[in-house]
């Protein structure tokens, strides 16, 4: 039996209704009349929706080998097909160690140097507009962006971070248009600028194989360096796919994520007080911000956390993700038919009251309490959980500690509140705000200098 549900007009299903309102309401719409497993077709194709921890779990971890990662065939051609989200099996799991072990950790925390000064530099730079509003949105991607070069490249020359910078940014233009490659749209500018960026990459790598930098620690260096168990390295192809795969994962969730926090700390002064206490604490301790900021001290900002957790909770900017079921699965008497799509619903599950009280009301004290068992996954779960959850933890625990002990913001325009989808959630606007510097907290050390 399939599950409950209704699969719309014949060949368009539910798109229009999906994206006619708040893509939310529809599917809470959904849950609400079918209960947690429903059927509907969107995109042209037949799905099912998944809105309770344990489905989320059956497709993405216990029977993840019966679900394949789907995307569309225009993104694929664009990041690169060697990128490993699109893959399951063995190439999966060998590139997927890579990576993750690039982003583990003791491998990010050498990086807190690098993303301090991002993070200052581009603070500086918001706060020298004379006045004038920053799209929050826009900005953070700058600053998720260049963490991402550093994780991937270390320090990278000016010349191949601006062509990087340049290229990568007509490729984000063409990623959500519609897929025509004929000359002058959008999408065929991107195709063309995803072959000027594996051109680049190739001379980066040439680069460091002649001045035989193959040690370095990076992604890059892990991706030169990686052999199979047959001993096969990766081809300069399964390379620029990855670096590109994972700015794509990296850019715009970070970004996303960025701009609620800088939201929801803004319209709530209390909360922001509090986070400001705990990082003036740290910044005092280092000497008025003469000293940097060290690994140990972002491990110890336990509001500061608690507000990311939150706002991943309550943003839940990946609100869901697709797989498509390679066999006839049957799931608590139902049927999910071979080729349908899955759709474990993240947000659904983030905003059930049965598992966050009064889930509507941002309070980053409901995670003194550890959630109950898979009823959290802003970082999704399973084979292809995030493996750059720590990058992205670190880089906004840095960029707030800056934010809030010398910097001060202010929502620019009436019109608040309100969310666009790009594809990820951003508040309305992409946040518009004006920036300014707080003159120097007075410390007992600068004040003795003064
Ligand atoms: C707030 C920031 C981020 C959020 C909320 C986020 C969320 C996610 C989620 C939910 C998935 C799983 C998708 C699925 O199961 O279909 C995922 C996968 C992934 N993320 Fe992130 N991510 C973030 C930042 C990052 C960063 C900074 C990086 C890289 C440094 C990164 C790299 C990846 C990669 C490579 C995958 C694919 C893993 C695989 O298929 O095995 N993400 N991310």
């Known amino acids: 039996m399939l599950p409950p549900g209704s699969m719309g007009w014949p060949c368009v299903g539910e798109t229009l209704q999906l994206y006619s309102q708040d893509p939310n309401d529809f599917f809470t719409h959904k849950q609400t009349r079918y209960g947690n497993i429903f059927k509907s ?24 080998h019966l679900f394949k990662p789907t995307y569309p065939k225009s993104k694929e051609k664009m990041i690169g097909p060697f990128a490993l989200f699109f893959h399951q099996g063995n190439y999966h799991t060998n590139l997927r160690k890579l990576v993750q072990s690039s982003f ?22 918001w706060a020298s507009t004379s006045g004038q509003a920053i799209h929050t949105f826009h900005e953070m991607k700058k600053f998720s962006f260049e963490v991402g070069i550093l994780s991937i490249f270390g320090h990278l020359g000016g010349k191949y971070m601006e062509e990087l ?11 959500n248009s519609f897929p025509t490659n004929l000359p002058g749209t959008a999408y065929n500018k991107a195709i063309l600028a995803r072959k000027r960026l594996g051109e680049i990459m190739s001379e980066i790598i040439c680069e460091r194989r002649e001045k035989d930098l193959l040690v ?6 892990h991706l030169l ?25 990296a850019q715009d969730t970070t970004a996303s994520l960025l701009t609620w926090i800088l939201k929801y700390l803004h319209d709530d002064q209390k909360l922001l007080e509090a986070v400001k206490a705990e990082q003036k604490m740290i910044y005092e301790s280092n000497d008025g911000g003469k000293r940097p900021l060290t690994w140990a001290q972002t491990r110890k900002m336990p509001i500061t956390h608690k507000v990311i957790l939150e706002s991943l909770r309550m943003a839940s900017i ?3 993700t ?16 071979k080729g349908w799509k899955v759709m474990p619903l993240f947000r659904n599950i983030h905003h059930n009251p049965e598992f966050f009280v009064d889930p509507q009301n941002f309070d980053p004290s409901r995670f003194e309490v550890v959630p109950k068992p898979n009823t959290f996954m802003p970082f999704g779960t399973g084979v292809h959980a995030c493996p750059g959850n720590e990058l992205a933890k ?20 009436s019109q608040q509140s309100g969310t666009e989808y790009g594809p990820f959630p951003v508040p309305r606007k992409g946040l518009p705000l004006k920036f300014w510097k707080e003159s120097p907290i007075k410390t007992p050390n600068n004040c003795a200098s003064s």
Not at 105 to 124: F, N, T
Not at 165 to 175: H, P, Q, R, T
Not at 216 to 221: H, Q, R, T, V
Request: with cysteine.
């Open 318 to 320: 990946v609100s869901f």
């Open 104 to 125: 583990a950790p003791e491998a990010v925390r050498k990086l807190v140097p690098g993303i301090e000064a991002i993070a200052i530099s581009a603070l500086e730079s």
């Open 165 to 175: 910078k340049e290229n990568y940014s007509i490729l984000d233009k063409g990623y």
């Open 216 to 221: 370095e620690k990076d992604l890059l260096g």
């Open 225 to 249: 360096n990686f052999k199979n168990e047959e001993g096969q390295t990766l081809s300069e192809d399964q390379i620029s796919d990855n670096i590109v795969g994972v700015l794509f994962a």
């Open 322 to 337: 697709f797989r498509e079921a390679v066999v006839d699965v049957e799931y608590e008497g139902y049927l999910i038919p």
């Open 394 to 413: 670190l880089e906004m625990l840095i960029l707030i500690h800056h934010l809030v002990t010398k910097f001060r913001w202010e929502v620019v325009g």
């Open 41 to 64: 077709h969107i995109l042209g194709c037949p799905c099912v929706m998944l809105a309770s921890p344990e489905a989320a779990r059956f497709v993405l971890v216990t029977h993840a």
